[in-house]
C-alpha cells in the first residue's frame, strides 16, 4: 500500500544538511538551507544513520551477515551444490526499496522551489570548451611541426624519420626442470612412512597398493600413496575410479596462517577438490568438522560423504557412494602444516577411511 505524498520542502534524502523540493512526483534539484520557524521543529523520526528506521535509499546494499565457510553446509546433512543468481547487470539489492517521506516528517517553507537552470548555459560553455581545444591542439601541431610549409605557404613532403633498429619481441623465461618425483615409499611392518612430512599409517587390507608414483595436481605434491581401482573404464572412455590415501605437504596457496586457520582451510579444500576430482553429479554430506590431535600434535579433520547412487544406476557403475576425509596436521613453527588426503568408494569398504584415519602417527 503506497500513499500519495504531497509537494513540499523536506530533509535531503541523499544526506546532505540541506532541505530538497519533492515535487508530489519526484526529488528535484532545488535545495534550501533549513530553516525550520519558531516552535516547528524536525520531528525525531526522520533520523538518519545506522539506527534509522527508515530503510536505505534505492541501490544501497546492505552487508551480508557472516556465516559459515563458503559451501561446507552443517554435518549431518545432504546438500546438493546450487547457486542462484539475480537477474544479470540489475545491481539491485533484493528487497530493498526508497520510500518517500511522509507528510508530517516535511519542514514546509514559503514560496515555490529556485527555478531550475535551463540547458543552454550548459550548451553554450560546453561548444566553447571544444572551441578551444581545437585551438589548443592546432597551435600545438604548428609548434611541433613548423617546417611543415614552406616560406611560399605550400604544404611540403614531410621528413621521413630514420628507421629505427630492429628488435626481436622479447621471450618468455624458460622454466626450470623440476626434479622427478622420488619413488613412493614402500610398507615397512604394514605401514606406509611419508619422508617428507613424518605422517605414517597403517595400509588398508585388500587390493590396496603403492602405485609407481604419488601424483600431483592442484598443487599438491604427494610424497606417499596407497590405491586401489574400484572400477577400471567406468566411462566408456578408459577412466578408472579409483580410492586413494594420499599425504603430502599443505601448499602455501591454500591459506595456512596456524592452528586457527585450520577449520576454513578444510573448506577451502572441499571447494578446490570436489570439482575437480568428483566431477559426475552427486550429494554431499559433511560427517566429521572437528579439531583433533596426531601424536600430541593439534590437528584437523574434515569427513564428507559423496552420495552417486542415481548416477551409478543410470550407468552401471559398482559404487554408489564415496567417503572422503581431509587431516591437517601441524608440526610446528618453522615447517609447513602436514596433509592427508583419503578417499573410498563403497565397494572397496567405506570403513576403510576410519581405520587409516585412526592409524595416523607424527614422527
Do not use: C
Not at 547487470?89 to 519542514?107: E, F
Not at 611541433?144 to 621521413?160: F, K, L, Q, Y
Not at 617428507?196 to 595436481?217: A, C, D, N
Amino acid at each position: 500500500m503506497t500513499t500519495q505524498t504531497p509537494s513540499g520542502w523536506y530533509p535531503d534524502p541523499y544526506g546532505s544538511p540541506l532541505l530538497r523540493w519533492w515535487d508530489g512526483h519526484q526529488w528535484t534539484d532545488a535545495t534550501h538551507q533549513t530553516d525550520v520557524p519558531t516552535g516547528q521543529g524536525m520531528p525525531q523520526g526522520s533520523q538518519t544513520g545506522p539506527f534509522s528506521s527508515q530503510p536505505p535509499p534505492a541501490g544501497q546494499a546492505t552487508a551480508p551477515s557472516p556465516g559459515e565457510p563458503a559451501g561446507t553446509g552443517p554435518t549431518g546433512q545432504w546438500n546438493q551444490q546450487t547457486m542462484q543468481q539475480g537477474p544479470a547487470g540489475t545491481g539491485q539489492p533484493n528487497g530493498n526499496t526508497a520510500q518517500m517521506p511522509l507528510p508530517p516528517y516535511g519542514v514546509h517553507l514559503s514560496g515555490p522551489p529556485p527555478r531550475k537552470s535551463g540547458p543552454l548555459p550548459w550548451i553554450l560553455g560546453g561548444g566553447g570548451a571544444l572551441v578551444l581545444i581545437v585551438v589548443i591542439v592546432v597551435a600545438a601541431m604548428y609548434l611541433i611541426n613548423p617546417d611543415s610549409r614552406n616560406e611560399a605557404g605550400e604544404p611540403v613532403t614531410p621528413r621521413t624519420p630514420p628507421p629505427s633498429a630492429s628488435r626481436e619481441p622479447s621471450r618468455e623465461p624458460t622454466p626450470e626442470p623440476t626434479p622427478s618425483q622420488s619413488p613412493p615409499p614402500q610398507p615397512v611392518d604394514g605401514r606406509i612412512t611419508d619422508p617428507v612430512t613424518g605422517l605414517s599409517y597403517q595400509i588398508p587390507e585388500g587390493p590396496w597398493q603403492v602405485p609407481p608414483s604419488p601424483g600431483s595436481g592442484l598443487g599438491f605434491t604427494w610424497t606417499s600413496a596407497v590405491v586401489a581401482t574400484a572400477q577400471e573404464n567406468f566411462d566408456g572412455k578408459g577412466g578408472n575410479w579409483v580410492g586413494n590415501v594420499l599425504t603430502g605437504e599443505l601448499p602455501d596457496q591454500y591459506g595456512y596462517q596456524g592452528v586457527e586457520s585450520m577449520r576454513s582451510v578444510a573448506a577451502t579444500l572441499l571447494q578446490v577438490v570436489e570439482p575437480n576430482f568428483y566431477s559426475p553429479p552427486h550429494r554431499r554430506k559433511i560427517v566429521e568438522d572437528k579439531a583433533v590431535k596426531v601424536s600430541g600434535k593439534d590437528a584437523w579433520l574434515f569427513v564428507f560423504d559423496l552420495d552417486f547412487s542415481e548416477q551409478s544406476e543410470a550407468n552401471g557403475w559398482k559404487w554408489k557412494r564415496e567417503r572422503a576425509a581431509f587431516l591437517i596436521v601441524d608440526r610446528g613453527e618453522g615447517s609447513r602444516a602436514a596433509l592427508a588426503y583419503i578417499s573410498v568408494p563403497d565397494n572397496l569398504g567405506i570403513s576403510t577411511v576410519d581405520k587409516v584415519i585412526k592409524s595416523f602417527k607424527l614422527s
